[in-house]
């Protein structure tokens, strides 16, 4: 599966000189639209501070009190049979609910089992592969005052949970078991 | 909700200290949480700069917009109520071309936009109509190319090669965005056979 990590890292740079040609072709002036663009960035980061701050602080006291290992002991045995990770359980289940927190798991999964390990790759595929499924259901209802969901609820926590198992499959096949 | 898990973490977090004698821990943890969360947004900033920056020039070129027409046939596909050339059809090309290329900020309002569109479509009424469901569906699945987010994390955490989880995170997320899909048809067909709208 080699081809795969391939494909990650010619991937980008490709997309870049993509972008950048396809700009100078249309003679959009690209370092000043670049530039305009990027500002966009800056705000966005700061804004994140404060929910990030507020969610590590509170996984690391979980965590560092014992807690977390506490909870995710009962869950060893089934899962070690099945090759999964306990400690991806957590970011498992909060990552269909809140965002932050799950950003906040996933960079304290990626701290302190390293971001090249097993569970660290699992961790970042895992945040990277499904949204939020909770909060775009309450933003996009609430928006148009849609009060009955009907399956949509249903329909998004099962592609969570098919998006979960293919993010352990792939990131196995990828990466080996350990 | 999440004003009790918040909570909740902390406050068991704290319980479990005081039981397991492992207060001072719990006091390194305070101070060092709040540290990695700054250190990671600066992180996350050096990313986030340079992707808006480069997708700036994708819109301006209109690439995006060559796209989204590239994916219209596939999107009326799986939009089979809304009428061929809808303007809701286009709200949801949009959106997804924007998650799709990461740009969160710029998807939600066009998601919402994209929601009134189908809501006006079903009458308003107050209930969520097919393709509703279906939009929600593909879009909590999100596909994105490339997660921002989670490179600048692997990259804060001195990876040896923080893209390489690029591709697999593109073949997990699009088996869910096909389950997605699935899902949805499977549901619908079983509201059809009961009957119900």
Not at chain 1, 18 to 43: A, N, S
Not at chain 1, 94 to 110: E, F, H, K, N, V
Not at chain 1, 125 to 152: N, P
Request: glycine content about 10%.
């Amino acid at each position: 599966m080699h081809w795969m990590t391939v494909i990650s890292i010619w991937m980008i740079p490709f997309l870049i000189c993509g972008i950048l040609l396809y700009g100078t072709f249309k003679k959009v002036p690209t370092y000043e639209t670049f530039v305009e663009g990027g500002k966009e960035g800056i705000q966005m980061s700061f804004s994140i501070i404060p929910f990030l701050v507020g969610m590590l602080v509170a996984i690391s006291v979980f965590r560092a009190s014992g807690a977390l290992e506490f909870f995710v002991q009962f869950l060893r045995p089934l899962l070690e049979f099945l090759h999964v990770p306990a400690e991806i359980v957590p970011l498992a289940i909060i990552r269909p609910i809140s965002g932050t927190a799950a950003l906040g798991m996933t960079s304290d999964l990626i701290s302190v089992y390293g971001p090249d390990s097993f569970i660290g790759r699992l961790a970042a595929t895992i945040q990277g592969s499904t949204d939020t499924t909770l909060y775009v259901l309450t933003v996009y209802f609430g928006a148009v005052g849609i009060k009955k969901m009907g399956d949509a609820l249903k329909v998004g926590l099962l592609a969570d949970l098919v998006g979960l198992i293919a993010a352990i499959v792939v990131v196995t096949l990828v990466f080996g078991g350990k | 909700m999440i004003n009790y898990i918040w909570v909740g973490m902390t406050l068991i977090g704290v319980i479990f200290a005081m039981v397991n004698g492992t207060m001072d821990a719990v006091n390194e943890a305070l101070f060092k949480g709040a540290k990695e969360a700054v250190t990671l947004c600066l992180g996350l900033m050096s990313i986030l700069v340079f992707w808006l920056g480069l997708m700036k020039i994708a819109q301006d070129s209109g690439l995006l917009d060559k796209l989204s027409a590239l994916f219209r046939p596939f999107i009326r596909l799986l939009f089979p109520e809304i009428p061929a050339n809808h303007p809701a059809l286009g709200y949801i090309l949009s959106n997804m071309m924007a998650n799709f290329f990461g740009l969160g900020n710029a998807a939600t309002p066009l998601g919402i936009k994209a929601m009134e569109q189908l809501k006006i479509l079903n009458g308003g009424k107050d209930s969520a109509s097919r393709s509703m469901i279906t939009f929600l569906a593909i879009n909590t699945s999100s596909i994105t190319l490339v997660p921002t987010t989670v490179i600048a994390i692997r990259m804060t955490y001195e990876s040896a090669s923080p893209t390489d989880i690029v591709f697999p995170t593109i073949i997990a997320t699009a088996i869910s965005a096909v389950g997605a899909i699935l899902i949805d048809r499977y549901f619908h067909r079983k509201r059809v056979r009961n009957g119900r709208r």
